[in-house]
């Protein structure tokens, strides 16, 4: 396991750069993740997708995948892959602190 700092904060983080403890997420966190993922700037469409990509992990133990996401979030998924270019479920997983979800490559 891996730490790496993100607005000021040491994150603990798999080999793929996804958080291990999603308790260790905050926005600035989530800010600086998708800066890093070449996303730049989050909008009001990255954080409701970030927000459902939480609240689902919250309830279910799991992020959703790409279908599912687009029907709880109500983004459609071409634009889940405009917001999230290198793979919705994925990048939007990563960027909200919780594990990479099932059947993600």
């Known amino acids: 396991m891996a730490v790496m700092t993100y607005a000021g904060t040491d994150v603990d983080v798999d080999a793929e750069g996804f958080l291990t403890d999603a308790s260790q997420w905050n926005e600035g966190v989530a800010a600086e993740i998708a800066r890093a993922e070449g996303i730049g700037e989050l909008t009001d469409r990255h954080w409701l997708v970030i927000g459902v990509m939480r609240r689902e992990f919250e309830e279910k133990g799991a992020g959703p995948a790409v279908r599912a996401l687009a029907k709880v979030s109500g983004v459609g998924i071409a634009e889940l ?21 099932r059947g993600c490559i």
């Open 81 to 101: 892959y405009q917001l999230f270019p290198k793979g919705p479920a994925k990048e939007a997983a990563k960027i909200a602190g919780i594990p990479k979800p």
